[in-house]
């Protein structure tokens, strides 16, 4: 039988750079199609921006320009007002896959894996063969430089094509022009669309956009202040791993378990570390480096048994219930809104809050018999993509919404009528189905949050629907009255003989003021 | 205001190895849970060892064996008689990720990445902190190699933790040994259910398998040759993209532009090639890394408006219809089996092609009333998990399966009925959903070659249907005539006067065939 040597197919093994893996897995990055592409890369970008804007503690204001430029290329321009790069930064922020500053670090943010902005280079070069033009200032006292650049794919590193100080006028933070192959469209999944819906959920923002057919929108700011800047925490016992707590421990800088323990990791204090070495039978004045194997297992199992507090969600940015009612009675002329926001949760360690909110009537009545717009969100950052393997969809479709006055054929599924809902989670690690992160994993825990969260809200929608229901009713009921009632009234006051001064109006009042008082009381009971 | 500025943030900055991000986002990989990663586990083995004895020209014959260690955990050992592995690189490939023979060549294997085996050495460790243990010889003349390793996650690189030569004894192959924490189950989802799918679709391959419960199972060899190796093919002109034409032309060995499209290209000789020159304007004497942005463009447009033949198929290995008779066959006690094949299809230039089969009834019948069982493959690989958003999936709930005589409530969906449909998808580069392999791409191409697959083979199953409808019909009308027929008859002999010698079963008969010779050249006309 013919066939190939283990020499001969050992020519062939050879190191592949994680560029050029998502070159060719680029729909793993969100660049599955040109209509998508042109999404994830303003999506990118601006995800960066807002970072680094929040970190240096600057209210964001961001420029997004997309030119056609024909033969479906698009010019990308995206200016913020952040922290600026340092020079020596530049290259590898934007040159480099897997670099950045988030993977390690454990607390909320937009970007997490250092892939983004450098996979929409990678993209823009693959396309069109364009380098990227990356400019930055820190601020008024320094200079200004600006970098082209494109990706060297077999070594993942960026290849500087030219490098320059520019001479003056450019305001300090960062702009990154790219020319990628595109498709604009106007619809759900469009760039208008996705700008919109952060603008919604970053509402301390001020983003101004201009799209490829010239129109101009301005999202403005409504709020004038920063949330709190979350706070980076230790990772919590209970969600650390053998493999991980082996690592930790070999490079651990306290010489003995019972430092190393508190030191390394959150609501530990001195009587839980102890605890845990007792349990695990090892002794806390080892050095970490020196466990062995069976002593790792011990002390990974005690940490795991000892009740520990969750870990403290200052970690956390979430959206507060007041401000999803902001943002959805600015973008939606609504007849009515409410939101709704859980306490944080934990799962594998990782701190997790769920908010809400519904929008219902008013503008939206034209679209009585479409599906309700969901709009999620994850730190966020809107999810347009993939919504029927998302844990949020999940929730939404295994809430009986009829019970709180939405149709929902056959029981399951996208309830029916003039609404919107939204949904934001937030974590120190959401956890997405893949790198182009359009869709949250259905972890059980974040579901059922999640369904919490939209039934809170959702009894608020019922009380407003049946009160309005109840208005229509009674409105109707006083129409037959006010029509029938004064001949009842009248032929009632003749045959009685009495006089016609008797006036028939503040009767019927009360006959509908009890009624309604009543029904209320009914409606409380039912919760 | 606070914050952080811009030489602050630079000191955060930092590369993430490709192991760091693949532990971290281990759910991409396939490892979500316990179950699904033990699963993954021997997949990636399995994988691997038919890829090498096929590459190898060797019938593969693989030994599973699977312990239950308690405590969640499960040691994995595989062995192959495949061509082995020299021992330079026997690190790397299970230490390292991303590295592997198959990234870069254009042909059909299961492997894709290099990222399957060493990502599960990775999750061992990880969860067990257990290494690996590998065996490797490549023929009877040579030594047997051991080495145990683990992965240095922040280098991404293999950490030899003992390096050893074994006596004597080991038959030539490779052996892998791992143990990580999993969970065992026994149903659709399991390592029992993958081995005897991957058995029905690789008939030449041997499969022992002891599953933690001590059952054993002898998949055994059904064909006793192997399919046709695959050949490598050159990436044709109409899948190519500026950027990778651009970095091809700058490492072209050719020094004209005429022989760089010949050398590098499937499918174009000389007269296309001086086609294309003409048409991009692009003098074809010119030295390929000399070409010019513009000019560049003009090419890669030129190459993919000049009408070139498909690319060549024999880099492909399908499962033929008849394989897949055969395989469902073995393994299902079924009343019918069919099966189908397409002929080869191109998408974005990569070759492909769709075969499928359906059995039906035999030992299905107790599922009657259940959904049909549907068998995923990508290059004879199993599909067990996100089939909703497979290519394969959408396909077979788009085919409207009453016509074929299925029940499909709705009119879309899985169909009902006591049936198991396999379909199978091969190509030079399957486009997964994700790093795990579990769902194959939806692209419009490959939804429509799955439907007309099935159509086909669907026919098959309509035609045995309609006969085995009218069989029970004939029957029931025969018995219908032979309780009342004799008495019509014995009157019509009593009234015609005629002696009772008639006898009345040839002329029931005569009735009886005519009407199914009528209705079997209908039902041929409809299709």
């Known amino acids: 039988m013919p066939g190939r040597t283990a020499e001969e197919m050992a020519m062939d093994q050879k190191e592949i750079s994680v560029a050029e893996f998502f070159e060719k897995n680029r729909h793993l990055l969100g660049f599955d199609n040109p209509a998508k592409a042109l999404i994830t890369v303003v999506k990118e970008g ?24 024909g033969d479906n290329k698009y010019e990308i321009t995206l200016k913020d007002n952040g922290p600026g790069i340092v020079k020596e930064q530049m290259p590898s922020i934007f040159g480099k896959l897997l670099y950045g500053s988030k993977f390690h670090s454990r607390k909320q943010s937009r970007g997490q894996q250092g892939i983004g902005i450098s996979a929409s280079v990678l993209y823009a070069q693959l396309t069109t063969g364009r380098p990227a033009i990356i400019t930055s200032r ?49 619809r759900y999944h469009s760039v208008d669309e996705y700008l919109k819906q952060t603008a919604i959920a970053n509402p301390y923002a001020h983003i101004e956009y201009s799209n490829p057919e010239g129109e101009y929108f301005n999202f403005e700011r409504v709020v004038d202040e920063l949330p709190p800047e979350p706070q980076e925490i230790k990772p919590h016992p209970y969600g650390v791993e053998l493999g991980v707590l082996s690592r930790m421990l070999k490079g651990a800088d306290s010489n003995k378990i019972l430092s190393f323990l508190q030191k390394e990791f959150t609501r530990i204090g001195r009587t839980s570390a102890e605890e845990i070495c007792t349990l695990a039978e090892v002794d806390p004045d080892k050095t970490p480096g020196k466990l062995k194997h069976a002593e790792q297992e011990r002390l990974l199992k005690a940490m795991q048994k000892v009740k520990i507090q969750r870990p403290p969600t200052d970690c956390l940015s979430p959206i507060s219930a007041q401000l999803i009612e902001d943002g959805l009675k600015k973008e939606i002329n609504a007849e009515f809104v409410t939101a709704s926001s859980r306490d944080p949760e934990v799962y594998r ?23 309700v717009k ?50 934001h989670l937030c974590s120190t690690w959401v956890p997405f189905t893949s790198e182009s992160k359009e869709s949250i994993a259905r972890y059980p825990k974040i579901v059922k949050e999640v369904k919490l969260a939209l039934q809170e809200a959702a009894r608020d929608l019922r009380r407003h629907l049946s009160k309005k229901q109840r208005g229509k009713k009674e409105k109707r009921r006083k129409k037959i009255f006010s029509n029938y009632m004064p001949l009842v009234l009248e032929n009632a006051v003749e045959l009685s003989g009495e006089g016609k001064e008797l006036s028939i109006d503040p009767i019927m009042q009360r006959v509908i003021d009890e009624e309604l008082v009543e029904k209320a009381d009914q409606g409380d009971e039912d919760e």
């Open 46 to 69: 601006v995800d960066n921006a807002l970072d680094a804007c929040e970190e240096a503690g600057k209210l964001p204001h961001l420029k997004v320009n997309i030119d056609d430029l």
């Open 138 to 186: 820190t601020d008024e006292n320094s200079e200004t430089k600006r970098f082209k650049l494109k990706i060297d794919t077999i070594k993942n590193e960026p290849e500087i094509l030219k490098e320059e100080e520019l001479e003056d006028g450019f305001e300090p933070g960062t702009e990154i022009k790219i020319i990628v192959e595109g498709k604009y469209l106007q």
């Open 349 to 371: 360690g990782n701190p997790f809050q769920v908010s809400c909110g519904i929008a219902y009537g008013g503008e939206l009545e034209q679209k009585e018999n479409e599906k």
């Open 374 to 423: 969901v709009m999620r969100y994850a730190n966020k950052v809107p999810l347009l993509y993939q919504s029927s393997s998302c844990a949020i969809t999940k929730a939404l479709e295994k809430t009986d919404w009829k019970r709180y006055g939405l149709e929902q054929p056959g029981g399951n599924g996208t309830p029916k009528g003039p609404a919107v809902i939204f949904v």
